[in-house]
Each structure stands twice: as structure tokens, then as C-alpha cells.
Nanobody, 116 residues
Framework: QVQLVESGGGLVQAGGSLRLSCAASVSIFNMYNMGWYRQAPGKQRELVAI???????DYADSVKGRFTISRDNAKKTVYLQMNSLKPEDTAVYYC??????????WGQGTQVTVSS
């Protein structure tokens, strides 16, 4: 059973920073594309950032220049450094590990709240 455990969420003032971590219990972590998604109340879940198994990185336009995704294959962990946080970044953030249709896993989510 694959488990993804997120940590690092919390309450921060606008302009502040948080670093999310997602530790994965997968046997071949480096074969997975790893992503961070978020879901705000009343909204659909959206992609925030992704780092592929080949190291290709992409971001949602709304976070470009403020968020940085990275992965440590030795530690089987993916990170999301979030700077210059805005109230509109408030959401539950989810970690995703994907290696094709049959191998798609989600963490339980971590709450990020940005106060104005």
C-alpha cells in the first residue's frame, strides 16, 4: 500500500513563507511524477506544481515566481517552497504520485491558511 504523508502546512500572514513536504512509501520513487495540488472551499482541485521523473518542472500561472517544487529521490520526498503567500493561496494542499493510470496516489492533504 502506497502512502503519501504531507506536512508543513499552517497559518501564515500574507507575504510569509511555508515549506510543504511529502514523504512517499513507494518502492521506486524516482519512477513517479510528483505533483502538488490544492483545493479551496467551493472550488475544484487544481494543479499547483509538478516535477516529472525526468526532472521537468511546471507551475500554475498563479504561483510562478513564488513557489518552488523540488524532489529528493534518495529521501523519497517532494517539497513545495511557498514564498510571498497571498490570501488566495489558502487551500488544502495535496501531494500526488503518478506512474500511469494504475499507479496514481494521493496524500491526505495539509491545510494552508494565509491571513490578510
Amino acid at each position: 500500500q502506497v502512502q503519501l504523508v504531507e506536512s508543513g502546512g499552517g497559518l501564515v500572514q500574507a507575504g510569509g513563507s511555508l515549506r510543504l513536504s511529502c514523504a512517499a512509501s513507494v518502492s521506486i520513487f524516482n519512477m513517479y511524477n510528483m505533483g502538488w495540488y490544492r483545493q479551496a472551499p467551493g472550488k475544484q482541485r487544481e494543479l499547483v506544481a509538478i516535477v516529472t521523473r525526468g526532472g521537468v518542472i511546471d507551475y500554475a500561472d498563479s504561483v510562478k515566481g513564488r513557489f518552488t517544487i523540488s524532489r529528493d529521490n534518495a529521501k523519497k520526498t517532494v517539497y513545495l517552497q511557498m514564498n510571498s503567500l497571498k490570501p488566495e493561496d489558502t487551500a488544502v494542499y495535496y501531494c500526488n504520485a503518478n506512474w500511469g493510470t494504475a499507479r496514481d496516489f494521493w496524500g491526505q492533504g495539509t491545510q494552508v491558511t494565509v491571513s490578510s
